[in-house]
């Protein structure tokens, strides 16, 4: 795969990697290599969501297939789901974090209003 060119759907991608993984046991080597294939060719919010898996593919030479076969269905579904658009992003609520419905003003203490020192 060409890196940097960024294909608009991975998602068929990841349907025939699933449709090649029945085995028990998978080669490492062969799930690093797809996935540093598939970080390469989406964006960079899905570059994200390929690290988290990569960081933890687990085993020394092989990885369960039933774990892989869970990742590509992950990723599938992440990929699957629709972007949110910025108008839908917007924040609607504009009260203040701490639900005051004002917020506060600092007050300056004046030299009369300070404790006494002991």
Do not use: C, Y
């Amino acid at each position: 795969m060409q890196r940097g060119v960024v294909i608009p759907d991975p998602v068929p991608l990841l349907d025939s990697w699933s449709s090649d993984s029945s085995s028990v046991v998978v080669p490492k080597a062969d799930v690093v290599d797809r996935l540093l294939d598939l970080r390469n060719v989406v964006d960079e919010r899905h570059a994200r969501l390929v690290d988290a898996v990569l960081a933890g593919v687990p085993g020394v030479t092989t990885v369960p297939g039933e774990w892989w076969r869970a990742q590509l269905a992950r990723l599938r579904a992440e990929f699957s789901a629709a972007p949110i658009e910025p108008s839908e992003a917007t924040l609607t609520n504009t009260a203040p974090v701490s639900g005051d419905a004002e917020p506060s003003r600092w007050r300056r203490r004046r030299r009369g209003d300070a404790e006494p020192s002991r």
